[in-house]
C-alpha cells in the first residue's frame, strides 16, 4: 500500500509496495496562479492536503526576507489573512490619484493581493494567470479568520508610511539649515 505524510521540508514521502522509499513533489491537482513575465513565480491551493505552495514568491518576515524563498509550503491554518491592493475590496480612490501624480506605473499594474503567513508574505498581481480564481479562493480560505495581519504588512498602511517618510525627511533638513 502506498502511504503519503507531509515532512517538515515541503516534500511528501512515498513509501512503495516494495519497500523502495521516494521522495517527491507531491502532484496533486489544485488551483494555479502564476506570473506570465517572470519563470517560475507560482501560487498553487491544494485542497486535498489543505496547503498552498509558493514558488519563488514568498518573503520571509525578518531583515533577510528581500528576496522570495524558492519555495515555501503554508498550511491553511497558517495563513493569517489576506488583504486587497487596489483591486476587491480595496479600490484606493486616493491613492490612485496620489499614483497618477507621482507614479510612472498605471495604478492598474500594482492591483494585487497581499498574503500573510505565519512564516512572512508574498504578493499576487492582477496581470498573474489565474489572479481572479486564486483571489477568490485565497479570501475563502481567510473568511473564517479574524484576519490579523500584522500592521506592518497590511497594504493600508504604506501611506502612513510614505507620510512618516516625508516628515522625517523635512525635519531632518529643516535642523541642517
Given at each position: ?6 515532512t517538515?521540508?515541503?516534500?511528501v ?10 521522495t ?6 489544485g488551483?494555479?496562479?502564476?506570473n506570465?513575465?517572470a519563470s ?38 497558517e ?15 486616493w491613492?490612485?490619484i ?10 492598474e ?31 475563502a ?30 525635519g ?6
Amino acid at each position: 500500500m502506498i502511504g503519503c505524510a507531509e515532512t517538515a521540508n515541503k516534500h511528501v514521502r512515498i513509501i512503495a509496495p516494495e519497500g523502495f522509499m521516494v521522495t517527491g513533489r507531491s502532484e496533486e491537482s489544485g488551483i494555479s496562479c502564476h506570473n506570465p513575465a517572470a519563470s517560475g513565480q507560482r501560487i498553487r491551493i491544494l485542497k486535498e492536503s489543505r496547503t498552498v505552495v509558493f514558488s519563488h514568491c514568498h518573503h520571509s518576515r525578518g531583515a533577510f526576507g528581500l528576496a522570495p524563498e524558492m519555495e515555501r509550503v503554508v498550511s491553511f491554518d497558517e495563513i493569517l489573512g489576506t488583504r486587497d491592493f487596489l483591486t476587491g475590496s480595496h479600490r484606493g480612490t486616493w491613492l490612485r490619484i496620489l499614483l497618477r501624480l507621482g507614479s510612472p506605473l498605471p495604478a492598474e499594474r500594482l492591483a494585487s493581493v497581499f498574503i500573510s503567513t505565519r512564516f512572512g508574505r508574498a504578493r499576487v498581481f492582477a496581470s498573474w494567470r489565474g489572479f481572479a480564481e486564486i483571489r477568490r479562493q485565497l479570501h475563502a480560505i481567510t473568511a473564517a479568520k479574524s484576519n490579523s495581519v500584522p500592521l506592518s504588512e497590511d497594504p493600508r498602511m504604506i501611506p502612513v508610511f510614505v507620510v512618516l517618510l516625508l516628515g522625517v525627511t523635512a525635519g531632518m533638513i529643516w535642523i541642517l539649515l
